[in-house]
């Protein structure tokens, strides 16, 4: 076999060759184990019952370990072997490096058991999303290597998610034809301004006409379509991408809005926003659904997902003091109300 040479006479570095730039690690998993045993129990003796190995295996393996890097982890002063500076920043990085190959095993199980290494879920914006970031992170703490992704969306938004398999999962208001799907929370929704608007200047019960009469704020519903008419034919509407682009401006006296009671809970506790005082017709409410693209096939993370963000709206309603329960299947029966 003849190999080729650069110009310097030298054959060009081969994969996992130093020369290469990219040398193959020399030191196993088990001596940096040994080393971080050792320094952690403080000694040979106690790392050696920790690990259940002989105290001249773990001796070998760092010395092996100092050998191959050409370093001195530990230094005899008397009779007690210290560790050095650079015994310290091996330690630290030898903890970083096994917790990544445990985090690798443990990935590899989840995948193995058949978790989806990613989930994504479809949540109207009228949803509290302080419970479902709380189910996420709970779920985070079973699941951590399975990735979460979050689709925003307004009106039929999380529907056409589901529809064009752009979500595994939704919370919608709306429930997609031929869709499994359970009965969430049922949201109370209320207009609202700041309380120097002129709308509360006029302090009386308000009407519809006097509504008309205002800037309404209104976010932009999601989906290709936007087939959603509009409830109230305002003089003026500003329309936005997100709620809190609305929230915003309604708390700078801007306009007026619709909003999910929850989701402005913090703004009317404030007093930056307050209720408006309407005549007739000063609440609305919301069904919201627990929608799965297919129900039948859904992997163990999804329908685990699924089962948290039902158990934290329930705790949600339970301190809350509401009442309702939620129901399974291709009813409308009513859910939790938040």
């Not at 992997?299 to 809350?320: D, F, K, W």
Request: proline share 4%.
């Amino acid at each position: 076999m003849i190999s080729k040479t650069d110009s310097s006479g030298r054959a060009p570095p081969r994969a996992g060759d130093e020369r290469a730039g990219t040398p193959e690690p020399r030191v196993t998993l088990e001596q940096w184990q040994a080393l971080v045993a050792v320094v952690d129990a403080g000694s040979y003796a106690k790392a050696s019952q920790a690990l259940h190995k002989s105290q001249s295996t773990l001796t070998y393996a760092v010395q092996k370990l100092e050998s191959l890097l050409g370093v001195k982890a530990f230094e005899i002063r008397g009779r007690r072997a210290v560790l050095t500076p650079t015994g310290g920043m091996l330690h630290r990085r030898a903890k970083i490096l096994l917790d990544e190959a445990r985090g690798i095993e443990q990935a590899a199980k989840i995948v193995s058991a058949g978790w989806e290494p990613e989930i994504r879920i479809a949540a109207d914006i009228v949803f509290p999303y302080d419970l479902l970031l709380e189910a996420f992170d709970r779920f985070g703490a079973e699941s951590p290597h399975t990735r979460i992704e979050l689709i925003e969306s307004v009106l039929m938004g999380s529907s056409e998610a589901l529809t064009e398999r752009r979500a595994d999962l939704a919370i919608s208001g709306q429930v997609p034809q031929g869709h499994a799907f359970e009965a969430l929370a049922r949201l109370r929704l209320i207009p609202a301004a700041h309380p120097d608007h002129a709308l509360h200047r006029l302090a009386r019960p308000l009407t519809q006409r006097d509504l008309r009469g205002q800037r309404q704020l209104v976010v932009r519903e999601s989906d290709a379509r936007r087939a959603t008419k509009p409830t109230l034919e305002a003089a003026q509407r500003w329309t936005v991408s997100h709620i809190s682009t609305s929230i915003t401006a309604a708390t700078m006296g801007l306009g007026f809005g619709w909003y999910a009671e929850d989701r402005i809970r913090r703004e009317l506790a404030a007093g930056t926003l307050k209720e408006l005082p309407m005549r007739d017709g000063g609440e609305r409410f919301i069904e919201l659904y627990l929608v799965y693209a297919d129900r039948d096939n859904a992997g163990p993370g999804t329908l685990r997902l699924a089962q948290i963000v039902r158990e934290r709206t329930e705790e949600a309603c339970s301190r809350r003091g509401t009442t309702g329960r939620t129901t399974r299947g291709g009813g409308g029966d009513r859910g939790q109300s938040v």
